[in-house]
């Protein structure tokens, strides 16, 4: 109880100090924050009309941990390919002045205004990109400020509409691709203590109106908090906290034996928006490496959507992350975990609070220790 309303009173101030988002600045790293990550997805298609989706994300928590996820969907064979990996801090930049990235064979370079270089490779697939953002910036939550669950917030902006072209190298074969990508960049002393995963879905309508969805969830599965920021062709943008979701279906991952919902009824009511969101290929689940710290499975791919708008038909595409569902029996569960997913909450509040209390130079020594007992929570 006493180490509980600790925690209140330590986060309660974050919400009231958020400052405004100031780009390209902000597009660097915050080295006082202690998660953040920067995130790319793309809709491709190559020059015989061969349709790709791909997912590049670069993780940095605390002052050490930097690891990234890569992804390609090839739709036409229904073939997905991923890379989860951990990177020394040798092999890793991030600037402080400007969205510019290197882990290893994973690059971002800017090129001049909001034009940048997004080169990425693993066993599987080479992409070697050029996009630029065509529209402001989404500031998500209205002004670039987002509850995370319980009283954990984070700074989040998008660019939702980049001009994309480049190469893809896949299938031993090397393509000259062109689409639309999408960037989001999140940051901030948030934990997710509070929720156990998320819905996520990235919407771009043909009417040129893009919507940045979230809905979290608790460990029992019910919505705890949403969130949907909707930028239009002017590039003005409005927020809603009301979303609705309904899964069309489900599917059992072969791989950790998770239950994903496998399609969505996604409802804006207050928009006047509902959208059917089917995934291109049923199977776009990455999961995750038992031996290291990056934990997490996670489904997450490239989707077609059929929206009413106002009673009005609208077609479009989505990416679609989702996490934080269960295994499908013991058994299964049994394969995939260990006494040491459990988590004590107790101890998991008081690191919290510690973290939280501990000066800017002294954070570093409760960051990892927190971040492994999280890692034990999101396994189970």
Not at 100 to 107: I, P, R, V
Request: net charge negative; with cysteine.
């Amino acid at each position: 109880m006493g180490a509980s309303l600790l925690l209140v009173i330590v986060w309660i101030p974050l919400a009231q100090a958020a400052a405004p988002i100031s780009l390209p600045g902000d597009g660097g790293v915050h080295p006082d924050k202690l998660a953040e990550w920067w995130y790319y997805n793309g809709r491709l298609a190559d020059e015989q009309g061969g349709e790709y989706g791909y997912e590049l994300v670069f993780f940095r928590v605390g002052p050490v941990l930097r690891f990234a996820h890569f992804a390609v969907t090839d739709v036409g064979s229904q073939r997905f390919v991923y890379s989860r990996a951990f990177f020394p801090l040798a092999e890793c930049m991030i600037s402080e002045q400007e969205m510019a990235l290197e882990y290893g064979d994973l690059q971002v370079t800017p090129l001049g205004g909001e034009r940048y270089s997004v080169k990425a490779r693993n066993s599987d697939a080479d992409l070697d990109l050029v996009i630029e953002n065509r529209k402001e910036p989404l500031l998500v939550g209205g002004g670039g400020f987002v509850r995370m669950g319980g009283n954990e917030y984070s700074y989040y902006y998008s660019f939702t509409h980049m001009d994309t072209r480049g190469t893809l190298h896949l299938n031993d074969k090397e393509l000259s691709v062109a689409g639309i990508s999408w960037f989001d960049h999140q940051w901030g002393d948030f934990f997710n203590t509070a929720i156990w995963g998320w819905d996520w879905f990235a919407v771009s309508l043909e009417n040129g109106t893009e919507y940045n969805i979230s809905s979290y969830h608790g460990a029992n599965g019910k919505q705890s908090n949403a969130v949907a920021s909707i930028i239009y062709p002017d590039g003005s943008q409005e927020t809603t906290e009301r979303v609705d979701l309904q899964p069309l279906g489900y599917w059992t991952s072969p791989h950790t034996g998770r239950v994903y919902p496998s399609g969505y009824l996604v409802s804006l009511p207050e928009k006047h928006a509902v959208f059917k969101v089917v995934p291109r290929m049923v199977d776009q689940e990455m999961a995750a490496d038992r031996g290291s710290m990056d934990w997490i499975d996670n489904w997450e791919g490239i989707c077609s959507v059929d929206a009413t708008i106002d009673g009005q038909a609208v077609k479009g595409t989505a990416y679609n992350e989702i996490t934080g569902y269960p295994k499908a029996d013991a058994a299964t569960a049994a394969s995939y975990s260990s006494d040491n997913d459990r988590i004590n909450s107790s101890t998991l509040t008081i690191s919290v609070a510690l973290y939280a209390l501990a000066p800017a130079n002294a954070k570093p020594l409760f960051s990892l220790p927190f971040w492994a007992l999280i890692s034990a929570k999101k396994m189970q």
